[in-house]
T-cell receptor, first 117, second 113 residues
Framework: DGGITQSPKYLFRKEGQNVTLSCEQN?????MYWYRQDPGQGLRLIYY???????QKGDIAEGYSVSREKKESFPLTVTSAQKNPTAFYLC????????????????FGPGTRLTVL | SQQGEEDPQALSIQEGENATMNCSYK?????LQWYRQNSGRGLVHLIL?????REKHSGRLRVTLDTSKKSSSLLITASRAADTASYFC?????????????FGTGTRLTIIP
């Protein structure tokens, strides 16, 4: 089955710890994204990557880091510098389009719920 | 920043009725997309409408776009209990590709059996 997987589904972190959220896709998509969702809110973009070994900050990148060593994988590390990390984290992927075509549908994983104890 | 705002924030209707939700945005766009999210799950893409389109249909879904008013509406006809979910609009601002999908705050739809 093609799709995006995220693990773990639930994650608990003690204050001061770094944690890494996994995101893997087998859709052969070039672009991958990380979003944060707070209760009753929409999604906010943390980081995105359009090609291996390259990534860009989104709207709320502070306290987060990413890597893109393989096309299929885009892990997100929530560092101790993130002051309020408790949230639902969603990974997504899409094919690339040029600016004039402007935006293709994004395919989402099932999410990881992170709670800071 | 969140460009889109959905209206209403919550909507409850009887099964079989039509559900309409609206989205307003602030800047010019390349396209607008609607997504559905079941509680605690990832988002699922429903429909994409480009800035030069005014209306689009997909099954029981009808989307309209008014770029002069910077607004869009999503109509779900003959609603079913399985349509209970949150619905989000997302915009791709002009000048960007798909990396800049900006989501609204969502409408929570409840279908009463």
């Amino acid at each position: 089955d093609g799709g995006i997987t995220q693990s773990p589904k639930y994650l608990f972190r003690k204050e001061g710890q770094n944690v890494t959220l996994s995101c893997e896709q087998n859709l052969n998509h070039d672009a991958m994204y990380w979003y944060r969702q707070d209760p009753g809110q929409g999604l906010r973009l943390i980081y995105y990557s359009q090609i291996v070994n390259d990534f860009q900050k989104g709207d709320i990148a502070e306290g987060y880091s990413v890597s893109r060593e393989k096309k299929e994988s885009f892990p997100l590390t929530v560092t101790s510098a993130q002051k309020n990390p408790t949230a639902f984290y969603l990974c997504a992927s899409s094919i690339l389009s040029d600016a004039l075509a402007g935006g293709n549908e994004q395919f989402f994983g099932p999410g990881t719920r992170l709670t800071v104890l | 920043s969140q460009q889109g705002e959905e209206d209403p924030q919550a909507l409850s209707i009887q099964e079989g009725e039509n559900a309409t939700m609206n989205c307003s945005y602030k800047t010019s766009i390349n396209n607008l997309q609607w997504y559905r999210q079941n509680s605690g799950r990832g988002l699922v893409h429903l429909i994409l409408i480009r800035s030069n389109e005014r209306e689009k249909h997909s099954g029981r879904l009808r989307v309209t776009l008014d770029t002069s008013k910077k607004s869009s509406s999503l109509l779900i006809t003959a609603s079913r209990a399985a349509d209970t979910a949150s619905y989000f609009c997302a915009t791709v601002p002009s000048g960007f590709g798909n990396e800049k999908l900006t989501f609204g705050t969502g409408t929570r739809l409840t279908i009463i059996p």
